[in-house]
């Protein structure tokens, strides 16, 4: 019993992430994402907060952001999806920034939701597998 | 090393020191509660909701150690069809896996299927007795979520958080809610089994995280002493036990007098009175000798194989219509069984005809239960796990991990039952009606009369919510 078992852990490191090939995506920028991330969830609080400046700020960080991200998808080529997200993540945070400029913090929440719904459908295919 | 300018620096750059740290606890629309660790925030008293709520209370049942939906109840003919083939990559394509143990050929399930109930929802024999109930469910066949490890998706599907320190679910409706019994815990936690602490199980899934320390679950024990070290040591007699605390109390209020702004000064002195009224409150809320013997038929508490989880279910019943707001039952196995979870990487038909012999019946009969005194209507039974299992197999004879697509359910509490959603034609993938964890969690707390996106916590200077960024109502199954 202890063998198979043995056996059975060593076969799980041995093909842990072996099974599925997916692109190269060694040389992205982890670290932006990750700034990237906590710029998503202080938007939430600024646009919650109705602070125009901040929002404005938040959301310029995420434009520029997926800029350089549909930038690093189209020159990976074959990967039109992600390229496709990154576009339209960068026009919904454009939108953030004007809409919270007009003090329309209703229709920023409403981008805001897709924004967010715009990074995961992202994430879901390319973003690498929590353990 | 990333060549773009960081948060902090691009922040700064902009003149706004302070940036998205500097927020209010208002967010978008009215009636919205949010507060922070350093004001003192009562658990045991009721809350106003964001809006007229369809439910009361949760009764959570978690599946712990990932049960195979394809054997039980997301019926796939065409993976019968496709048995012992390797999984095609039409299916694969883009399938991002981490721990898994090597993608076996594909493995059919050796159940019989059926149809059942007007809903027409299928159903396999391992769950005889739940298959009369479907009527009373919405299952949700398109639920996916991330990891594929039981700890790491154990906690997002609690906590929505991938790593130890969210608050859990149970946490966040008692923040949300209150107390509707100041006489218990507005959470509670009824582990069974022996392998009730072991991954994904242990007490980070009914944390309070960061929320304070008062809306963590409280774990009950089997037996009539639910709450260890709740009962009067046998010394000590109920008047000087009584006396003790009008003494300890009156020096309590006597500070508080000279700092007003003391939370945890007062949440201490509610916690001391709390654990008193408990003490007589807390093992008549378990008592099952109360009940009748139907009643404990019903539940299979007198049976060996459904004893425990019969038992904690008709515990939830009884925690429910005492008003607790949210139950937490965790699934087990008896103390001589060699199957301690639903975690089938090897043998299934063995695993699961265990597992869902001790979980059928108890749930069928709460189910039942519930309906005929009414509580259905106001109470959510939830059945979920970290995630489902692969359809292709592992060493010949079991399933792995699968966080891609698999079966929830939910029942009463506002729900419309039927299907909705669905996974692929061999039940690898969700592919339609998908519902993550947060979209589950921002579900329940609808029906509990609470906006996810209005419930927030200010937490290091963010505004933090129970479902993170994410969460959709899944408005489709609600009635």
Redesign the interface.
């Known amino acids: 019993m202890l063998t198979r078992k043995l056996f059975f852990i060593c076969l799980c490191t041995l093909t842990a992430g072996l099974a599925f090939a997916s692109i190269d995506l060694s040389d992205f920028d982890d670290e932006l994402m990750r700034n990237m991330d906590d710029a998503i969830k202080a938007l939430d609080g600024s646009i919650g907060a109705k602070d125009v400046q901040a929002s404005a700020v938040d959301a310029q960080f995420i434009a520029e952001g997926l800029e350089w991200a549909e930038g690093y998808f189209t020159a990976k080529g074959d990967v039109p999806d992600a390229v496709q997200w990154a576009a339209q993540g960068r026009e919904f945070a454009a939108a953030i920034a004007a809409q919270t400029g007009k003090n329309d913090f209703d229709a920023a929440f409403t981008s805001y939701r897709s924004l967010v719904k715009t990074c995961r459908s992202c994430h879901d295919v390319y973003k690498p597998p929590s353990l | ?4 300018r ?2 902090r620096e ?2 700064g750059s ?1 003149a ?1 020191g ?11 629309g009215a009636g919205l509660l949010s507060a922070s660790a350093a004001e003192f925030d009562d658990p045991t008293t009721p809350k106003q909701p964001h809006f007229a709520p369809k439910a009361k209370s949760v009764i959570w049942l978690h599946m712990a150690g990932a049960p195979s939906s394809l054997d039980l109840f997301d019926y796939k003919p065409d993976l019968i069809k496709l048995h012992g083939q390797p999984l095609p990559e039409s299916f ?1 394509k ?10 076996g050929a594909l493995l059919a399930t050796k159940r019989t299927w059926k149809q059942y109930g007007e809903t027409g929802a299928w159903v396999s024999d391992w769950l005889p007795h739940l298959s009369a109930q479907v009527d009373n469910i919405a299952f949700l066949k398109g639920t996916k979520t ?4 039981h700890v ?1 998706s154990s906690l997002k599907l609690h906590t929505s958080g ?1 790593t130890p320190g969210r608050p859990a679910l149970g946490a966040w409706i008692q923040y949300g809610l209150g107390s509707a019994n100041p006489d218990l815990p507005a959470f509670v936690v009824l582990p069974t089994g022996k392998g009730s602490a072991g991954g994904g199980r242990q007490a980070t899934i009914w944390s309070s995280g960061f929320l304070p320390a008062s809306y963590q679950g409280t774990a009950f024990r089997q037996g009539d002493s639910p709450i260890l070290h709740l009962a009067r040591p046998q010394v000590v007699t109920a008047e000087e036990q009584r006396s003790t605390l009008d003494l300890l109390r009156s020096l309590n209020e006597h500070q508080a007098e000279r700092y007003p702004q003391d939370s945890e000064l007062q949440a201490r002195a509610r916690s001391y009175d709390l654990a008193f009224r408990m003490q007589k409150t807390a093992p008549e809320a378990v008592d099952l000798s109360k009940e009748s013997e139907a009643t404990r038929k019903l539940y299979g508490v007198d049976e060996h194989a459904t004893q425990e989880f019969g038992t904690a279910l008709l515990r939830a019943r009884r925690l429910v219509e005492r008003n607790v707001r949210f139950v937490h039952a965790i699934s087990g196995t008896p103390e001589d069984s060699d199957v301690d979870s639903w975690d089938a ?2 043998d299934i038909e063995k695993n699961h005809s265990v597992m869902t012999r001790s979980v059928d019946k108890p749930i069928a009969g709460l189910l039942a239960d519930l309906k005929s005194r009414g509580l259905l209507d106001t109470t959510l039974v939830v059945w979920t796990s970290e995630f489902g299992r692969t359809p292709y197999g592992q ?1 010949g004879d079991g399933r792995d991990h699968n966080p891609w697509g698999y079966t929830t359910w939910i029942a009463g509490g506002g729900i419309k039952p039927g299907s909705y959603g669905a996974t692929d034609e061999i039940g690898l993938r969700a592919v339609s009606g998908v519902v ?1 964890t947060y979209d589950l969690q921002a579900t329940i707390l609808h029906q509990l009369g609470l906006d996810h ?1 209005r419930l ?1 916590f200010q937490h290091l200077g ?2 933090e ?1 129970a479902t ?3 969460g ?1 109502v899944v408005k489709e199954i609600i009635a």
């Open positions: 090393m990333s060549n773009h960081s948060r691009f922040l902009a706004l302070v940036g998205g740290a500097a927020i209010s606890s208002i967010l978008p694969s883009n399938l991002k896996t981490a721990t898994d143990g090597g993608v991330e990891g594929s490890t790491i991938l990487h090897n060493t993550d996106s927030t963010r505004s919510r993170t960024v994410f959709e």
